[in-house]
């Protein structure tokens, strides 16, 4: 093999690593369940929240999925919306703090929603809508600790909680921020949720999440600019290539000349 095609070669299997790289981690970016919308008003009411669970096996069905809710600062009026194919169980507890509230003081909450019945398989995710009454105003942000539970057995918990300014952990639990009532950012969020999850609530599919769309085109542009460095290697060893080959033949040409 002439050095110009091995070099070539090389860059080729560069360029396909990189590639490869760039997709695996798109694909992770992809198999998170998470929470739309992204973010809500302090104390918000009459709302609906939508937990998204992508299926991240190969050869497996999800099968079950338990959504825990926090209880310390807990989610008040809570309802299951009817999901077809899945059946929603929900689990109250007594809050060691009773929340005070226009229309009385409230002692219990839902603090677990397990889903069974359904399958979610291999490409597809499945919206599970969930809707309140009032969100707590008295925290930045809700954790929702979830367990996703596959045909074959395996569990995987999406429990870890993303600490301000570290990596995302490898399995981070669904995070729902609550900003400053009345701000220009979250009152539309929280007016247009109930429609835009309505709107998604077909069924499965096997669309990425919306939550990841932001990372799935910064991981886009970073696959174009792998590709581009690639076939730029490759550009420049085949000029090299061509520049040694007619060094070459000008030497052989000079060296029969004298002769």
Sequence with gaps: MSPM?????????VTALAAAS?????????AHVTV??????????????????PNEADTA?????????????PILGVLVSPQDGWTAQMTTTKLKKPVKTDDGTVT??????????????????QDFQVAFGQLPD???QLTFKTLQTYSDGNVVRWIEETHKGGDEPENPAPVLRLTAEGTAQDSGTAASAPAATQEKSGGSTAQAASGSDSTARGLGVAGLVVG?????????????GRTRTSTSTSTSTSTSSSE
Excluded at 5 to 13: I, K
Excluded at 36 to 53: C, I, M, Q
Excluded at 61 to 73: E, I, N, S
């Design 5 to 13: 095609r091995t070099t070539l070669r090389r860059a080729g299997t």
């Design 22 to 30: 760039v997709l695996a981690a798109a694909g992770a970016a992809f």
């Design 228 to 240: 581009a460095l690639g076939l730029a290697a490759a550009g420049f060893a085949l000029a090299r």
């Design 108 to 125: 219990d909450a839902v603090s677990e929603i397990t889903w069974t019945g359904g399958r979610i398989r291999h490409g597809q995710y």
């Design 138 to 140: 008295d925290t930045d």
């Design 61 to 73: 069905a999800t099968t079950k999925v338990q959504v825990f809710l926090p209880t310390d600062h």
């Design 36 to 53: 739309h919308p992204e973010s809500y008003a302090k104390g918000a009411t009459d709302g609906v929240l939508t937990f998204r669970v």
